[in-house]
């Protein structure tokens, strides 16, 4: 059986910890070790993971004496790992049953893919599965090669990160997290496998994902940058491992077509919220990455939003708003079927 080793980088996630540690130690993959990296947590987490030291040999634990940020610490991480295959989960997300059984079957039996990654559940802060059941869900796998998952990916980052799957080996050879790219190195890294490997899909909910309030996607003072990030990562991607693709202009225009789309998306969602100025300065993100964008669907949708004041925008959202409410209490208030 192959080994796995899990990094499991913690900042404030005492209370996350041991689910998440667990969640791991519990999966049907026989030899798994896990390394807790404690990022100066200020809170209780020095005390769960002395607790999780005593009860299983399998965990290993880390504490910062300064907190050194999260690139920092996932690539300490990587450089301790050496077993066949490994996960990076953060401390607040965790593990589905059956997770690595399923994604060490697939790499086991496919030497040329450098990383796998499945679907994963959402949850809010401190919310639970009891709070969102789900069905079971095991479809099998593909695989497919990296210029495949470029495509399939655009300027997306389409990997769930707590679902994403390594080949150690690998790993060390492409080195690790990049310092200038905080909020868009995972996007980077799963673009620099499909450069040297192929990538395997599993078609299987593998982890759960917990979304916090500050997540960038929640903001629109945050769309900007984000946006700069993704380019960031088009720049450097296309400069070291262009080419190792037979048309790097042509995949360059790729990405940078999917990253003006969003921008667009991003700008039209503005508009509707009211925020003019963030509608602005996307849209001109788009022209400046890709001057033909206006020539595209997606420009002429976003000049029809823009034919309605962000005043009717708004009176719309509320009454959809009240309509959806007044739906759910019909529904919450409706008599259940009798069941024979």
Known sequence: MSRVDVIVPCYRYGRFLRHCVE?????????????????????????????????????????????RGHIATYNEGLEWASADYLLLLSADDFLLPGALAR??????????????????????PDATLADTPISPEDNGWTVMTGPEFLRLSGARCLVPTPTAVVRTSLQKKLGGYRPELPHAGDMEMWFRFAAHSGVGRIHARQAVYRRHRH???????????????????????IADQGHRFPDPPGLRRLLERSLAEDALEYARRAFVRNNVPVCEECATFALDLDPQICRTPAWARLAR???????????????????????????AASPRPVQW
Not at 312 to 327: C, I, Y
């Open 23 to 67: 969640s791991v130690l519990n999966q049907s993959v026989g030899d798994v070790r896990v390394l807790i990296l404690d990022d100066a947590s200020p809170d209780d987490t020095p005390e769960v993971a002395a607790r999780l030291l005593r009860e299983d040999p399998r965990v290993s634990y880390v504490r910062h004496p300064v907190n």
């Open 215 to 237: 997540n960038m996607s929640n903001g629109f003072l945050n769309l900007l940058p984000d946006l700069n990030q993704r380019r960031a990562v088009i720049e450097r991607f």
């Open 103 to 124: 994604t060490v079957a697939l790499m086991d039996a496919h030497p040329e893919v450098g990383f796998t990654f499945g679907t994963c559940i959402e949850l809010g």
């Open 305 to 331: 939003t823009r034919l309605v004041s962000p005043k009717v925008w708004t009176a719309l959202r509320s009454v959809r708003d009240r309509v959806r409410r007044v739906t759910d209490t019909l529904r």
